[in-house]
């Protein structure tokens, strides 16, 4: 029983989702979940079908990978045959044409497959497969969704042929049925021991930056100290670990933070510090003119960038605690946030957000606009909003 190698089928990518049958799903490179506008909050996945290439063959084990699932439930049915050809009318179907048949709806699509129907399974990640035999093998996730919970199904893999630890017994332990109460008993160890198997032999893999899956970047992120890093999505942890080793020797200065905060917003940012402000305060009105706008702190930091980059309070707070980690230790920050208008007495810089030179007609059709800037006062209120977000 143990003499064939354990083999796997692996569907993990969009391209694995894209020839399967989906019905109210949507998928990407990450994996599969419930639309969120679909009927009765209901998707249905039905996999492409898996061909061992062996006449009865025996499946060992369905292993899901699900993130978020909050009790959310879903049912998983399997299927398996040697034969995968029915009878209608005299004329032979075969249910690879059921399930690519575009114009036949899923409750007909079930209805042809129940004849090869094995297992059914409720809200189980990892589902034993002994009795289950057959050269091929599908199956079909049916996942709900619930209030604001997203459940992903972000992999499936199918382990065959059939093995157990019961076979290095001697033949009094084995018994005529072949699923006795110590064969399940013991493959709950053994499926222990072959997910730790494969852990350590896909250890190699994980450490790749280019193919390490989002939640082994975040746990590489902590190896450079990055905190939070579940506010970076997939693609900037990448970019993040790629150059981690540069941007580790300058965090904690000047040129680090202007890196860190491109990373984020992938556009560029501009760092004022006290002290470059100090030339321009010989006058009474530039002095009170600077301190209004950037204050009168010494020890005091201001990363401007445009809102563009931020426009959200939600990426305005994430920015905010990513340049709090990796600013100087000493120093305190304000994150000012520039809208691409002028405004007299405000934050308005030159070639940042206030170009001079772009001619606009006034019109009443709807097409064109007066510009708009605020003189006075009213920049006051721009700016404390601003420092507000």
């Keep these: 029983m143990m003499k064939s190698r354990l083999k796997y089928f692996m569907l993990n990518k969009a391209l694995d989702f894209k020839r399967s049958f989906m ?3 949507e998928f990407d490179q990450e994996g599969i979940w419930v639309k969120e506008d679909s009927a009765e909050n209901r998707g249905v996945f039905i996999s492409r079908i898996l061909d061992s290439q062996e006449a009865k063959m025996e499946w060992h084990r369905l292993v899901l990978k699900v993130e978020g699932e909050n009790n959310a439930p879903y049912r998983i049915t399997v299927y398996a045959a040697d034969d995968l050809t029915r009878h209608s009318k005299g004329e032979p179907i075969h249910i690879k044409e059921v399930l690519n048949a575009s114009d036949m709806n899923l409750e007909t699509k079930q209805k042809w497959m129940k004849p090869f129907e094995q297992r059914v399974e409720t809200s189980k990640k990892d589902i034993l497969l002994h009795g289950i035999s057959g050269r091929y093998l599908w199956f079909m996730i049916e996942m ?4 604001d919970t997203v459940m992903k199904f972000e992999s499936m893999k199918i382990y065959f042929p059939r093995q157990s630890w019961i076979s290095y017994l001697p033949e ?3 018994g005529a049925d072949k699923n006795t109460f110590l064969e399940r008993y013991l493959a709950v160890f053994q499926s222990l021991y072959e997910d730790m198997k494969d852990a350590v032999r896909e250890f190699p893999f994980r450490l790749d930056v280019e193919s390490s899956s989002k939640d082994f970047l975040m746990w590489l992120a902590g190896w450079i100290d990055i905190a939070d890093s579940y506010m970076w999505s997939q693609e900037q942890l990448r970019r993040l670990l790629t150059d981690g080793v540069y941007l580790y020797k300058i965090r904690g200065t000047r040129k680090g933070v202007l890196e860190f905060v491109k990373l984020y ?3 560029e940012a501009y760092l004022v510090e006290y002290h470059q402000l100090e030339p321009f305060m010989k006058l009474e009105i530039q002095t009170k003119l600077l301190k209004q706008l950037y204050g009168n702190e ?21 920015l905010l605690r990513i340049i709090e980690e990796v600013k100087p230790a000493q120093m305190e920050l304000k994150l000012i946030v ?5 405004f007299l007495d405000g934050h308005s810089y030159m070639g ?14 709807g097409q064109a606009l007066v510009s ?3 003189i006075g006062s009213n920049c006051a209120d721009i700016n404390s909003e601003s420092e507000e977000r």
């Design 372 to 374: 708009f800037t605020a």
């Design 265 to 267: 917003t992938g556009g």
């Design 23 to 25: 019905e109210n799903i």
């Design 172 to 174: 009094l332990y084995e």
């Design 352 to 365: 940042i957000n206030s170009v001079l030179g772009s001619f606009r007609p006034f019109a009443l059709d």
């Design 298 to 318: 010494p020890c005091t930091m201001f990363v401007v960038v445009k809102e563009k980059e931020v426009p959200t309070i939600r990426e305005y707070k994430t």
């Design 338 to 342: 520039v809208k691409p208008y002028i």
């Design 144 to 147: 709900y969704r619930q209030a």
